[in-house]
């Protein structure tokens, strides 16, 4: 069985750093993309940027380059997103997913067949 | 851009729920997805490649359409399906990723 889980709920306050992770088993960690969505609140799901975990390949969407880091760590079949500096605009829900379509061909027009049940991040001062 | 509509459904359990979800322009239906999300859940892949069930979904779930109008149908609703609903493109180029979200339908109960 597929499984994306996502480490819980976190509550920082503006400026500070934060790392969250998305563990996953039940297929080869390597041979799928991961990516993470964010939801603010009331509002639609946005692509942020997504990772090859066998060689790190990292893509980001234009709105989040340079405002977060997404990785991988294929020893331990994890993928992570990070910021260095939050603000209280990225106070959201955010989501890892398992890109689809055929284990270890790196393809990336692909649905997101998994998806982690999501982790809430509050930034507030 | 993908634009949803209805906003909001209301509909009963037994009936026929019909989602668009329109592309301000053509897209390659082969990458034209939809998602069910409920509440404190995981988003779930319902259909990909704009026809496609996805492994396990029911099939009282289809999807149709081409170019810049899709349509997500659901033959006959059960309780469980009330959920939001979003369509997403999954594009761009090698260099340039896009898999863009509508703005979902809500469908609820009537």
């Known amino acids: 069985e597929v499984r994306l889980v996502q480490s819980g709920a976190e509550v920082r306050r503006p400026g500070e750093s934060l790392k969250i992770s998305c563990e996953t088993s039940?297929?080869?960690?390597?041979?799928?993309?991961i990516g993470w969505v964010r939801q603010m609140p009331g509002k639609d799901l946005e692509w942020m940027g997504i990772v090859y975990p066998d060689d790190s390949d990292t893509r980001y969407s234009p709105s989040f380059q340079g405002q977060v880091t997404v990785s991988a760590d294929k020893s331990i079949s994890a993928a992570y997103l990070q910021w260095s500096s939050l603000k209280a605009s990225d106070t959201a829900i955010y989501y890892c997913a398992r890109g689809g379509g055929e284990e270890g061909k790196k393809q990336w027009l692909v649905p997101f067949d998994f998806w982690g049940q999501g982790t809430l991040v509050t930034v507030s001062s | 851009v993908l634009t949803q509509s209805p906003g909001t459904l209301s509909l009963s359990p037994g009936e026929r729920a019909t989602l668009s979800c329109r592309a301000s322009?053509?897209?390659?239906?082969?990458?034209l997805a939809w998602y069910q999300h409920k509440p404190g859940q995981a988003p779930r892949l319902l259909i990909y490649?704009?026809?496609n069930r996805a492994p396990g979904i029911p099939d009282r779930f289809s999807g149709s359409g081409s170019g810049t109008d899709f349509t997500l149908t659901i033959s006959r609703l059960e309780p469980e399906d009330f959920a939001m609903y979003y369509c997403q493109h999954y594009g761009g180029s090698p260099e340039y990723r896009r898999y863009t979200f509508g703005h979902g339908t809500k469908l609820e109960i009537k």
């Open positions: 322009q053509s897209v390659t239906s082969t990458f």
């Open positions: 039940g297929y080869s960690f390597t041979g799928h993309w």
């Open positions: 490649s704009a026809s």
